[in-house]
């Protein structure tokens, strides 16, 4: 026989292989091929651990372990190997076949005793001996004869035992085991739209479904790829591998669409959302996208989708916003009528047909209505409203521009109208083309002006502050003069400037004098010090008190100046008038219909009047107050 292989060894218990040191090539088959092949056998065999080490190493693989893998090996003579008949290996090495029977080994006749006669023929005559197979010889044989896998030693053994004639399947093979195709796990819970009403405080809210449009933050995880798992490969009775069937794989990269991105990290690949918006998902592309905008065909009511609040920029309507019906968003664009209420988180709101009883918010947005805004309310405090037509509305902003308005209650700081009628018009710059009545109502235009009386008290209230200061420098002043009326202390001071400045230098001993008049007089020195320090601060504050005058001047002569009312053509009764006051947009939020008047009272009780006609033009401009450019 061939010398061992280094990692299997013969010790007392038995044959021993080492799985640390077997090679992770065949080194093991090709041995035990040798082996058989050369007539020898293992004896009291483990075929379990032989079978896994042959064809699944890796399930018995492990560091510094030994194996007892028989109780030694023998040579199969040629008379025991001639019991074994042929195998049969059928339906392409899924099984193999055996037919068992008793069998006998040819026994030579033993010598004549002395003594006894011999036959005549004593050198040809034999006998037979009944005899049993043996498991290890037969897994032995079988190898050399293709079958070297699955054999079912129970079974051959127990046919073995019977000794009688029986066909026995001695091997099986052994089926692959299938993998499992990579999958896509949700790792949001919203990512499809839900209808139901939205559950708030234990109550069912019908106004708001879950999630109607679904959204999604930047950064938040959608989808988990699950990889595929390979499946584990089978064995013919020869041998031979059988391959599973090689699991389906995807890619996250033919599903991840714009708006999304591909993390990979510790707990697996994602795809997650790169910015915050709307998820789309196309089941005709396969495609799952984040959107900054989403466009909505069904319309708002309470039917398709209840109250909206949208977490994202862009959202556009096509169909019509129904009454009762509060859509919160940033940017949004209606094409349809809008009969609901409408509030925008400083974004933009644009209507391209109108906006028919309901209300437009956009607190520091800009609201752009390309139809008509009827009876309705439009408020951008901080922001711009641009209307095409508007009727028996209220209209409240900083920058207002109506192409025609007709009986409407209208406050900015800068107003542009096309043509007026029958409105209420109050900004500190007004500009209309035409001004008319509307059904014996006249148009009344009130100019916000700075309230003179309260700018004259600021001012009033700034010159208190600097003659205030001068007082104190005064008083700092007379309390250096007292201190300074004493002979020695103040010639202590004129020999300090002249010995700071330079120009005396002290003799020792005059040194020593000049140190003496010092102690003597420390408690003035430092009450200097503190005067001189004080001085230099209010000084300071004084100059800051003359530029804050200064500057509160410059703001009120700029304020006064934009202060304006321009009106092209007056052809029905038109009033202006102006109105003192230091109220302006901010006071009229959320105002509408009938408050409009009580709030535009409460600026001033006595407007004053600067225009009254049926015909004419008019163009006004507001005068700085001439009390706020003298000094006290």
Not at 71 to 81: D, F, K, Q, T, V
Not at 150 to 170: E, F, L, Y
Not at 502 to 519: D, H, I, N, Y
Request: hydrophobic content about 40%; overall charge neutral; some cysteine.
């Amino acid at each position: 026989m061939s010398p061992l292989p280094s990692f299997i060894r013969k010790t007392p218990r038995g044959v021993v292989l080492d799985v640390a040191k077997m090679p992770v090539d065949d080194s093991f088959m090709v041995f035990v091929d040798r082996l058989f092949a050369q007539g020898a056998y293992f004896t009291q065999l483990d075929h379990a651990s032989f079978q896994a080490l042959l064809y699944q190493p890796e399930s018995i693989r492990s560091p510094a372990r030994e194996i007892r893998l028989a109780a030694g090996i023998m040579r199969l003579s040629p008379e025991r190997r001639s019991l074994y008949k042929e195998v049969r290996v059928l339906d392409q090495g899924a099984r193999a076949e055996y037919l068992f029977e008793p069998v006998f080994l040819e026994v030579a006749e033993p010598e004549p005793q002395p003594g006894q006669t011999p036959a005549l023929d004593h050198r040809d005559r034999s006998r037979l001996e009944p005899a049993r197979l043996d498991i290890d010889e037969f897994i032995c044989v079988m190898w050399t004869k293709g079958v070297r896998f699955g054999i079912q030693v129970q079974a051959v053994q127990d046919a073995i035992a019977a000794n009688k004639a029986d066909r026995v399947a001695v091997a099986l093979e052994l089926a692959p085991q299938p993998g499992r195709d990579a999958e896509l796990l949700e790792q949001f819970e919203g990512l499809h739209r839900d209808d139901s009403p939205l559950i708030t405080s234990g109550r069912a809210d019908l106004r708001r479904f879950k999630n109607r449009f679904p959204q999604i933050a930047k950064g938040t995880r959608m989808m988990k790829k699950v990889p595929r798992q390979l499946g584990k490969p089978g064995f013919r009775v020869t041998g031979e591998l059988i391959e599973p069937d090689l699991p389906k794989d995807l890619s996250l990269e033919a599903l991840a669409g714009p708006g999304t991105r591909i993390d990979n990290g510790p707990d697996g690949e994602f795809i997650t959302a790169a910015a915050s918006g709307f998820i789309s998902i196309d089941v005709g592309s396969n495609l799952i996208s984040v959107t900054e905008k989403i466009e909505n065909k069904s319309g708002i009511n309470a039917k398709t989708t209840g109250d909206l609040t949208l977490s994202v920029d862009e959202f556009v309507e096509h169909g019509e916003v129904q009454e009762g019906r509060v859509v919160e968003g940033k940017h949004m664009k209606f094409t349809s009528t809008v009969y609901g209420s409408l509030v925008s988180k400083a974004g933009r709101i644009e209507l391209a047909d109108s906006l028919s009883g309901g209300r437009a918010t956009s607190t520091g947005g800009s609201i752009h209505i390309k139809h008509r805004a009827l009876n309705a309310g439009v408020e951008a405090v901080g922001g711009s409203i641009d209307v095409h037509y508007a009727e028996n509305s209220t209209l409240i902003g900083d920058e207002v521009v109506i192409g025609h308005a007709i009986n409407c209650e209208v406050i900015a700081n800068s107003l542009r109208v096309g043509v007026a009628q029958g409105c209420t018009l109050v900004a500190q710059s007004v500009q209309i083309q035409t001004s008319d009545v509307r059904r014996g109502k006249p148009t009344l235009v009130t100019v916000l002006v700075p309230d003179a009386a309260e700018g004259r008290r600021k001012l009033a209230a700034l010159w208190a502050g600097v003659a205030d200061i001068e007082q104190k420098i005064e008083a700092v002043s007379a309390e250096v003069k007292k201190l300074a009326a004493d002979p020695e202390f103040s010639k202590l001071l004129a020999l300090t400037e002249m010995v700071r400045a330079g120009k005396l230098a002290l003799s020792p001993v005059q040194e020593s004098s000049f140190r003496q008049m010092q102690q003597r007089h420390l408690t003035g020195l430092k009450a200097m010090e503190r005067f001189a320090k004080e001085k230099q601060a209010l000084q300071q504050s004084l100059q800051a008190k003359h530029d804050e005058i200064a500057h509160f001047k410059q703001t009120q002569q700029a304020v006064a100046a934009r202060r304006e009312c321009t009106i092209q053509e007056v052809i029905g009764e038109t009033c202006v008038q102006t109105v003192g006051t230091a109220l302006g947009v901010p006071h009229f939020r959320g105002v509408s219909g009938n408050e409009f008047g009580m709030k535009l009272r409460d600026m001033s009780p006595s407007p004053k009047r600067i225009f009254l006609k049926e015909c004419g033009t008019l163009a006004w401009r507001h005068a700085a107050d001439d009390g706020l450019a003298a000094a006290p």
